[in-house]
């Protein structure tokens, strides 16, 4: 199986933000461009990626849908990743695999700035859908699945759900690193879960008081990977069939003369991590539909600051003469 290994390119596709921005359109530093990425590697192959070998098709308005499939020698691998921050948005990471040996990495990052502009502190909120989704393994084998959704702060992370699933000769594990709200998006049923879904739907993470004049960086995506090594089994082989006579059909084979079939290795172990496939359902569940807002704070002034500060240190002082000098 491999390590977590970064795509080795990265293609950027800047997309124009035509939704309304809650009033901040104006405070909004740069429009928020979206990143895939997409790596892989087979039967013990270097990992390549996979961006220039698959299918990106623009979509509407702006954005980009990443689609690739490749299979070879009994070990395959499929993505399906997207993002569009244009009206009616839609934003989702899979990567799944099967067979022998595979893993596959995919990612989709919203990456975007607010600057406030305005004469107070503003509270920040970041809004957007999470679409459902999936973190699984099955067959006979051993390997690993994972989802996570992150949201970062100027790189700190804010919130972020993290669901792994393992499966080792001893059994599997289901685990989570959860923080903040993204947290509920999928949750193991117990430590032995094979398959955990994630339900989506909308949610709101605080990104916390921004000051005047101060810009920071929102960082988002979805990161999905899997990697699998299927045991081998002994697969076609038998004989076929006998032909027919005089117009009759027979029954299948090399052509009816009962010769054995040839045989092949191959593994039925498979893995999926994702949130949001149009592949699974027809169409995405949940929009994205991005959405930053900001609301001011009233913050107490200098001058206010200062008398509570007197006001605490005379309370001190007489507290410390009541206690004969000291401030136990």
Not at 92 to 115: E, I, P, V
Not at 214 to 231: A, F, K, P, Q, W
Not at 281 to 300: C, E, H, Q
Request: some cysteine.
């Amino acid at each position: 199986m491999y390590d977590d290994i970064p795509a080795p390119r990265a293609r950027l596709l800047s997309l124009l933000v035509a939704a309304a921005c809650g009033g901040l359109c104006a405070t909004a530093s740069a429009d928020p461009t979206i990143t895939l990425t997409a790596t892989y590697a087979l039967n013990g192959n270097a990992p390549a990626d996979a961006i220039p070998e698959g299918s990106t098709t623009p979509l509407p308005g702006g954005g980009a849908d990443f689609y690739f499939s490749k299979d070879e020698a009994g070990s395959g691998v499929f993505f399906h990743t997207y993002g569009d921050t244009n009206g009616s948005s839609y934003f989702g990471a899979r990567a799944s695999g099967q067979g022998l040996d595979f893993y596959a990495r995919t990612s989709a990052l919203y990456s975007g700035s607010y600057t406030n502009t305005t004469g107070s502190v503003q509270l920040l909120n970041f809004s957007f859908n999470v679409d459902s989704g999936n973190v699984g393994l099955s067959g006979d084998g051993t390997g690993s699945a994972n989802t996570r959704l992150q949201i970062r702060r100027n790189g700190s992370v804010v919130s972020q759900g993290d669901t792994t699933i393992v499966q080792t000769t001893s059994g599997v594990t289901c685990s989570e690193s959860d923080i903040g709200v993204l947290g509920n998006w999928a949750n193991c049923a117990s430590a032995t879960d094979s398959s955990v879904y994630g339900a989506g739907g909308p949610f709101t993470v605080n990104m916390g008081l921004v000051g005047i004049g101060e810009t920071i960086l929102i960082d988002y995506d979805i990161v999905s990977i899997v990697s699998g090594r299927g045991n081998v089994h002994t697969c076609g082989g038998g004989y076929g069939g006998y032909g027919g006579y005089e117009g009759y059909g027979g029954y299948g084979g090399d052509g009816g003369n009962g010769n054995p079939l040839p045989t092949y290795e191959c593994a039925d172990f498979s893995a999926i991590a994702r949130s949001g496939d149009p592949f699974d359902g027809g169409t995405p569940v949940n929009t994205a539909d991005f959405l930053v807002t900001a609301t001011a704070v009233d913050l107490p002034e200098p001058g206010s600051l200062g008398l509570l500060a007197a006001a605490g240190g005379g309370w001190w002082l007489s507290r410390r003469r009541r206690n004969g000098g000291s401030a136990g």
